[in-house]
């Protein structure tokens, strides 16, 4: 098997003394989309945290394309080819979607976002922002204020703005938390063109079980901090520890009541 992309061995992270991941280990291979599941409190955003530089681990350690990024600081890690979306909108509603993508796109250029102003005039800024809006779908809406846009159309411009950054690895966040069903399709459906052109690898973490068996090559399910159960979504949606870890608990307070 070719080197992974994304290696993961033994991350654990701690508070006070109880361990939020515990031993986790992940490899992902270039082209390929895992998902990481789990009830709420299994450590995924931890998980993510320390993949993205926004926590450093306790132990173990991280690798990407082949280089040692073990607690290494956000920026550093997106300008090595890591971008992550997160639950909550991170845009500028008071500037357009294109102004939205073009302020990524400033940044990647190596100008100060302060300069955002002539990049407003930079032509070929302006040309590659349409091109990653078209890529979302967005096009129609390039002219729109970010703030009045649907909720759906927000969380795809955030994506977008992820995409401008022009990432190998895409930690997408719960990217349908929130929507209406028909946008929860819509965003899947987008996503899975993403990962069919082959130009990213996503890890992706969803409560949505319909959008995780949709999108994921593989899954990986986290319970209490550890590594419970990895495979294909047919393995995991067959697994009885898996079934135990979302339902059992339900049902062990319904015994007691």
């Known amino acids: 098997m070719t080197q992974p992309i994304l290696a993961v061995q033994n991350l654990s ?11 986790v280990s992940l490899d992902v291979q270039f082209r390929e989309t895992v998902a990481l599941i789990g009830p709420n409190g299994a450590g ?14 306790t132990s173990g350690t991280i690798a990407f394309q082949g280089r040692d990024i073990t607690g290494m600081p956000p920026h ?8 992550r979306s997160f639950q909550i909108n991170n845009i500028f509603t008071e500037l357009t979607a294109r102004q939205n993508v073009e302020v990524a796109l400033t940044a990647l250029h190596g100008q100060a976002v302060s300069m955002f102003r002539l990049a407003s005039r930079n032509r070929p800024i302006q040309e590659e922002a349409e091109q990653v809006l078209a890529r979302l779908g967005l096009d129609d809406l390039a002219h729109q204020r970010a703030g009045v846009l649907s909720y759906g159309d927000k969380r795809l411009l955030e994506i977008a703005i992820v995409l401008a950054t022009r990432p190998t690895l895409v930690l997408l966040d719960e990217p349908t938390a929130g929507m209406t069903p028909e946008e929860t399709r819509h965003v899947t459906r987008l996503v899975r063109k993403l990962a069919d052109s082959g130009d990213y690898t996503f890890v992706v973490t969803e ?11 593989r899954i990986l399910v986290m319970h209490r901090g550890q590594r419970l159960a990895e495979g ?4 995991i949606r067959n697994n009885p520890e898996v079934r135990q870890a979302y339902l059992g608990e339900e049902e062990e307070e319904e015994a007691q009541a």
């Not at 550093?76 to 971008?83: C, D, E, H, T």
């Not at 409560?207 to 090559?217: E, T």
């Not at 294909?232 to 393995?235: A, L």
């Open 44 to 57: 995924k955003t931890t998980f993510y945290n320390m993949i993205s530089g926004r926590m450093k681990p």
């Open 232 to 235: 294909t979504p047919e393995e």
């Open 207 to 217: 409560h949505d079980m319909s959008v995780v068996f949709d999108l994921a090559d």
């Open 13 to 23: 992270k701690m508070f006070g003394g109880v361990h939020a991941v515990n031993n």
């Open 76 to 83: 550093q890690i997106s300008r090595l080819g890591i971008s």
